[in-house]
């Protein structure tokens, strides 16, 4: 069940800032955006259902993937923290994707001899979006962090409320010991690198975390998490056993 | 008549009988008229006018579909439906660079839907109020858009013919995944076809709507005919609508809630109960129930994205002043 536990974990990660990004849909700083987001959205959402799907199937007991996602509760949801944290304003949301990205390009592309096909199968797409993420969100941060006096100043809190959760991404969790997935340790010098290179044009320093917050990996979570949830399964758990 | 027009964006012209009669000509000719060729002011100005609604319409029903993205029941229905309102906000983008090709900026018109200039669909201002909704939306409102694009397609505006082309693809996309949500719910569990037929029965009239007044109540109707930007008349365009949905209609075994519907076997196509005018008045002049909800939430993203669109900017500006010492 390990490996179960793992792949949730990712798949949990994926849908939880997916669904994040989705709620800026229609409510962006410029239409540009409203396209760029949701686009964000839909390769995180598409990489959950595929997780999700072979999480299901790992597990043998016949639930769908959407049993998955719309069936647990937030003291069973396994993201991390990081992933949950609101969107506050538009600095926080870029901010908060190119942290996760930064980790998971590196992580995708190791991934991609994994000696699981179905992980590796996954990595082959989600390289090439995460390079992206990077990319995109990459570009925001350095605008906003050189752009005007109120953008630094907005770029700058987003890094102090955000780092706190960075230190997370590179916990093992229930992936320790499994030689199908890539260690998550072994991520942390490449995406200081990113960060550094795409910090050093924002003119943004990383800061020393002395008191990081984890948890998301044992079901410790904030409360927005709670509230996504209940938004998000609504509609499903309103219904049961009915075909959308 | 002797009055003031433009060619293309800027440069002044004479709109002599001669001139008006040479651009006639031209449209009965079936010719485009691109971006930089002479057009009389009033060509020009209903474009615009036209061109700016439709972007807004597009723009401002991201909206009530967004309303049910964070809630949609199942990972695959999440996904077409944020793709699908993603789709809506290029329509957004092509129209708008179709109108920008006339003269106007994207800003201009931005300004002009937040304070209550432009107008958009008022379809967009009733509420979605379930998850059948989404499906609802699809199959009539993105149906009935259909109607109303497809001859747009031959518009005798080049940019606005191109746009159109594309747009229609992708909104008959949207029509048929529309209508498999409303068949999955009417094939689904009790509550299910409930909601789907509630949903039918508040979206039915306000999608009649959307084709506009009477043909004898529409003002813009004939000059926008005889400049072959409008093909068929609004009654037209609503009766090859109801023909084609009361069939599917049918087949997915719920009610168009209209109890003078008939077959007419004599003119070929349906007969309907009246519509409520004074509805359609109310919601076209701004007191749809949602109506200020939307502006409100245009304006929102508009105000909070203010300081993101100046950084940005702000930052490209100091790439430049930079790039000039270096040289
Ligand atoms: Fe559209
Ligand atoms: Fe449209
Ligand atoms: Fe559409």
């Known amino acids: 069940m390990a490996l179960?536990?793992?792949?949730?974990?990712?798949?949990?990660?994926?849908?939880?800032?997916?669904?994040?990004?989705s709620e800026w849909c229609g409510h962006a700083p410029m239409l540009e955006e409203d396209l760029a987001l949701p686009n964000m959205a839909l390769d995180l959402i598409g990489t959950a259902r595929t997780l999700y799907d072979y999480a299901a199937q790992l597990e043998g007991e016949g639930r769908s993937e959407d049993d998955m996602a719309y069936l647990r509760g937030e003291r069973e949801y396994r993201n991390l923290l990081l992933c949950e944290r609101p969107n506050e304003d538009f600095a926080h949301t870029v901010l908060r994707q190119l942290y996760f990205a930064a980790f998971m390009k590196p992580y995708w592309e190791a991934a991609l001899s994994s000696s699981d096909e179905v992980i590796a199968g996954v990595a082959g797409k989600a390289v090439k979006e995460m390079a992206y993420h990077i990319r995109h969100a990459g570009e925001w941060v350095i605008r906003l962090g050189d752009g005007t006096d109120e953008s630094a100043r907005r770029m700058k809190d987003a890094v102090e409320a955000l780092h706190i959760y960075t230190g997370e991404l590179f916990e093992e969790g229930a992936a320790e010991g499994i030689d199908a997935l890539p260690s998550r340790a072994a991520i942390q010098p490449a995406w200081e690198a990113t960060i550094d290179e795409i910090f050093g044009h924002?003119?943004?320093s990383r800061p020393v975390v002395q008191y990081p917050q984890t948890g998301g990996r044992v079901g410790k979570h904030g409360e927005g998490l709670g509230h996504l949830l209940a938004e998000m399964q609504s509609v499903y758990r309103a219904h049961p056993g009915a075909t959308w | 008549m002797y009055s003031q027009g433009l060619i293309g964006a800027d440069a002044r012209t004479d709109e002599t009988p001669e001139f008006l009669e040479a651009f006639q000509n031209r449209i009965d000719a079936e010719e485009k008229i691109e971006p930089n060729d002479a057009m009389p002011e009033g060509y020009r100005r209903t474009l615009v006018r036209q061109i700016g609604q439709h972007a807004h319409s597009e723009i401002v029903g991201m909206l009530p579909e967004g309303n049910w993205i964070t809630r949609a029941p199942s990972l695959r229905r999440k996904a077409a439906l944020l793709a699908k309102v993603q789709d809506e906000g290029g329509h957004g983008l092509y129209l708008y660079a179709a109108a920008e090709t006339l003269g106007v900026s994207r800003e201009e018109m931005t300004e002009e839907l937040l304070?209550?200039?432009a107008k958009y669909s008022s379809i967009f201002n009733y509420p979605t109020l379930s998850w059948a909704d989404i499906g609802t939306i699809g199959w009539l409102v993105d149906g009935a858009?259909?109607?109303?694009?497809?001859?747009?397609?031959?518009?005798?505006?080049?940019?606005?013919?191109?746009?159109?082309?594309?747009?229609?693809k992708e909104e008959s996309f949207h029509q048929r995944q529309g209508y498999e949500i409303v068949m999955t719910l009417a094939q689904g569990t009790p509550d299910q076809k409930a909601m789907a037929q509630d949903s039918l029965n508040r979206w039915w009239w306000p999608s009649l709507m959307m084709f506009g007044p009477h043909d004898g109540d529409s003002v813009h109707g004939d000059q926008s005919m005889a400049w072959k930007i409008k093909r068929f008349s609004n009654d037209e365009l609503r009766q090859k609508f109801i023909d084609a949905t009361v069939p599917q209609a049918e087949y997915l075994g719920l009610t168009i809630p209209d109890p003078d519907l008939k077959w007419?076997?004599?003119?070929?196509?349906?007969?309907?109960?009246?519509?409520?005018?004074?509805?359609?008045?109310?919601?076209?002049?701004?007191?749809?129930?949602?109506?200020?909800?939307?502006?409100?939430?245009?304006?929102?993203a508009w105000d909070d994205g203010a300081w993101v669109r100046e950084a940005a900017l702000a930052h490209a500006e100091k790439r430049k002043a930079r790039k000039l010492v270096a040289e």
């Not at chain 1, 179960?4 to 990004?21: I, M, S, T």
């Not at chain 2, 858009?145 to 013919?161: D, E, H, K, T, V």
Request: glycine residues 10%; charged residues 30%.
């Open chain 1, 4 to 21: 179960f536990d793992a792949v949730l974990e990712l798949a949990d990660d994926h849908l939880v800032l997916g669904h994040r990004l």
């Open chain 1, 202 to 204: 924002a003119l943004l």
């Open chain 2, 115 to 117: 304070d209550g200039r």
């Open chain 2, 145 to 168: 858009a259909i109607m109303n694009q497809i001859p747009l397609c031959r518009c005798s505006y080049g940019p606005y013919a191109r746009a159109m082309i594309r747009v229609c």
């Open chain 2, 264 to 300: 007419n076997e004599e003119k070929g196509g349906y007969d309907h109960g009246p519509i409520d005018w004074d509805e359609f008045w109310r919601v076209v002049k701004g007191h749809g129930p949602m109506a200020r909800d939307r502006i409100k939430a245009r304006k929102k």
